[in-house]
């Protein structure tokens, strides 16, 4: 009786002199605590900022001085390395990302729409999500070991470009799916709905409602997705990648250079002009990474402007 | 800086008067075709130099230089499929009995010659004033497996009390198994608690921030590094020897310095443009080898005509075999 008379009281008073006071108790401290959270937040985004700066800094400091026309159309020289340039590498990078586009994304989006809006949702379904899931954490060194059995020796694609996009194809897959299945997800069922309501097929459905409305979740899974292709080194030093190539691919079956191993070989040569020269390549492959991604997002405000809804 | 900035304006030089002279030898027919060259780091230079010219004067060549160390190298060139066959080898080490069987095997005869001289540097630490010189002994002490030195004054009496840590290659390289064979006495017997690392640029890193560093790599690493580290005399019995370029043609750097090989298999000789490519390297191999940003030692003129007639007449096998000794001009003679 004490008690609920203690309390009733209480909320009396306090609804009485002051409208607020019940949300009052310990404001300052809650205040408080508020405050911390945000000053840590923001803490470790300034950390992460701050290493990434720290990173262009150097990367620019060092190679930017190297960058010009000539080092795009020039190939590697360990004996005149003033006069290197990435020309097989990118070649070599392009060549790579573009099959591996050809390849991936068909099979990918195809995997995620059959996956999403035909199988039976059954423990089979599931269980097959659950492994395209733990695919995507599988360390790309072992695609490569995979890419050096299947492609490289198996299908007798020796070390050429076609094998390495296969390879890289494998390696992101997985995402891929990944993203187009949430993106699909991410459609309301009431678009479906609506459609069988009218009469649709689930086809129908798929391609005139629900893919389009999916799309920009999956152009950012795709290049997310090959962004992560574009700056593999690990797979390709697995089935066989060179040191030195002064030419660029004709053909799929050509060998190649990447703009990854093109780094690579250079971080390891002892002259320091070479660190400075891979710092070049690197911004090279930064610029490369960066209009893939402009062009995705172009894509994605063009998509989204056109959506009904 | 200074030294730097001298061996740009002379890399630059020789490679232009390369260039120029054999385009003037070759300016005849275009060969069209590939040369697919892989193995060791120490040799890769050599080949890369090779190829960079000899593409500037046939363009429809296609050379491609790997690097996968000497083992990683045969095991290309003795590849069990016919396309992944690599045409030549880059071998600091003479062929193993276990790859010749294995090229004997698969029906693949190959031709054997040498190449350059390399040397193997044993560095510290620039400001270790005490270390002028070891013996093998020390070194061997300090190396072998099990070994418990871990303090320069364990090393030899009078030495100061410092921490001694070692950098050295991984057990891929060549120079770990030559340096091993040489200093220890058996290949690939080695202590492991070292800092190991296929990549000499970290090995040089490592050692020229630790003042109680000691460490070795290949010669012309340390040539490029010059003012980071400093060079141990090695003594072999007869004194001690601190090696240069000219000491080690000389041959009076033992045990550290070896012979470096190409191999390539008689069936690619066919092939006119690898031929052509091994005919370049003839033509040019001293300016090759020693150009600045190669460093090695070249071999005297006497090798390089009989590397080359061994291409001309096809002579396969090894003189490493089982049963043949002697040094470098003696075996080949």
Redesign the interface.
């Known amino acids: 009786m004490m008690r609920e008379n203690t309390i009733s009281t209480e909320y009396r008073d306090a609804s009485d002199s002051n409208p607020d006071a019940m949300y009052n108790p310990r404001l300052d401290r809650r205040r408080f605590i508020g405050k911390i959270f945000a000053v840590f937040c923001a803490c470790v985004t300034g950390i992460g900022v701050a290493v990434l700066a720290a990173l262009l800094y150097r990367i620019f400091d060092e190679g930017w001085i190297y960058i010009s026309t000539n080092f795009l159309t020039k190939f590697p020289?360990?004996?005149?390395?003033?006069t290197s340039g990435v020309k097989s590498a990118l070649y070599g990078t392009l060549w790579l990302v573009s099959i591996t586009a050809i390849v991936s994304i068909p099979v990918g989006i195809g995997a995620a729409i059959y996956l999403e809006e035909f199988a039976p949702k059954n423990r089979l379904s599931r269980f097959i999500h659950t492994n395209i899931a733990n695919l995507a954490g599988v360390p790309s060194i072992v695609y490569g070991i995979l890419g050096l059995a299947m492609f490289?020796?198996w299908s007798?694609l020796?070390?050429s470009v076609l094998a390495g996009s296969l390879t890289l194809s494998l390696l992101i897959l997985p995402v891929i799916i990944i993203a187009s299945r949430e993106a699909l997800l991410g459609v309301p069922k009431t678009i479906r709905l609506a459609a069988f309501a009218l009469g649709a097929t689930r086809w129908q459905t798929v391609r005139a409602h629900v893919v389009p409305a999916a799309l920009p979740g999956i152009i950012t899974g795709i290049i997310l997705a090959l962004s992560r292709a574009i700056g593999e080194a690990a797979p390709l030093v697995m089935i066989?990648?060179?040191?030195?190539?002064?030419?660029v691919p004709d053909g799929p079956m050509d060998?190649f250079m990447a703009l990854p191993i093109q780094i690579y070989?250079w971080?390891?040569?002892?002259?320091?002009i070479f660190q400075h020269l891979a710092a070049a390549a690197i911004i090279v492959l930064l610029a490369v990474l960066l209009s893939m991604n402009a062009v995705a997002v172009a894509l994605r405000a063009w998509q989204q402007r056109k959506s009904p809804w | 800086m200074n030294a730097?900035s001298a061996v740009?304006p002379t890399?630059?030089l020789i490679?232009l008067v390369l260039a120029w002279c054999t385009t003037e030898a070759s300016a005849e027919a275009k060969l069209k075709g590939k040369v697919?060259i892989?193995g060791s780091s120490t040799v890769?230079?050599i080949t890369?130099?090779a190829?960079?010219?000899f593409?500037a004067q046939q363009p429809r060549v296609?050379?491609?230089?790997?690097?996968?160390g000497t083992g990683g190298g045969f095991k290309?060139f003795l590849s069990d499929?016919k396309?992944?066959r690599t045409d030549i080898s880059d071998a600091s080490r003479p062929i193993k009995n276990s790859e010749m069987k294995r090229a004997a095997e698969l029906g693949i005869n190959f031709i054997e010659f040498p190449v350059a001289i390399d040397g193997i540097a044993v560095v510290i630490h620039p400001e270790n004033h005490f270390c002028k010189s070891l013996t093998v002994e020390e070194l061997k002490n300090i190396w072998k497996p099990g070994s418990t030195v871990n303090n320069w004054n364990q090393v030899r009496p009078g030495f100061p009390d410092l921490p001694l840590r070692l950098y050295g290659p991984g057990t891929d390289s060549g120079t770990f198994d030559y340096f091993t064979k040489e200093i220890v006495g058996e290949e690939k017997a080695s202590r492991s608690d070292y800092t190991a690392s296929e990549?000499?640029?970290i090995l040089?890193q490592g050692i020229a921030g630790d003042k109680g560093s000691l460490g070795y790599f290949g010669f012309?690493?340390f040539q490029?590094?010059k003012k980071r580290l400093k060079l141990v005399g090695i003594d072999n019995g007869a004194g001690p020897v601190i090696p240069s370029l000219d000491i080690i043609r000389g041959g009076t750097y033992k045990p550290l310095s070896r012979p470096l090989f190409l191999y390539v298999s008689t069936d690619a000789v066919e092939r006119p443009e690898v031929k052509a490519f091994l005919d370049f390297f003839f033509d040019n191999a001293k300016m090759i080898v020693e150009?600045p940003?190669?460093n090695y030692v070249a071999l005297s003129d006497e090798l390089y005509n009989i590397g080359r007639k061994r291409i001309e007449n096809r002579i396969s096998g090894s003189e490493y075999g089982p049963g043949k000794s002697g040094d470098l001009t003696d075996r080949y003679k």
């Not at chain 2, 050379?63 to 996968?68: E, H, L, P, R």
């Open positions: 020289s360990m004996l005149m390395p003033e490289v020796r007798n020796g070390r066989g990648a060179l040191s030195y190539v002064a030419f060998e070989t971080c390891d040569q002892p002259d320091p | 730097k740009r890399a630059v490679t697919s892989d890769a230079p890369m130099a190829a960079e010219i593409q296609r050379v491609t230089v790997g690097i996968s290309k499929r396309n992944l990549s000499d640029n040089v012309s690493y490029a590094n150009h940003r190669v």
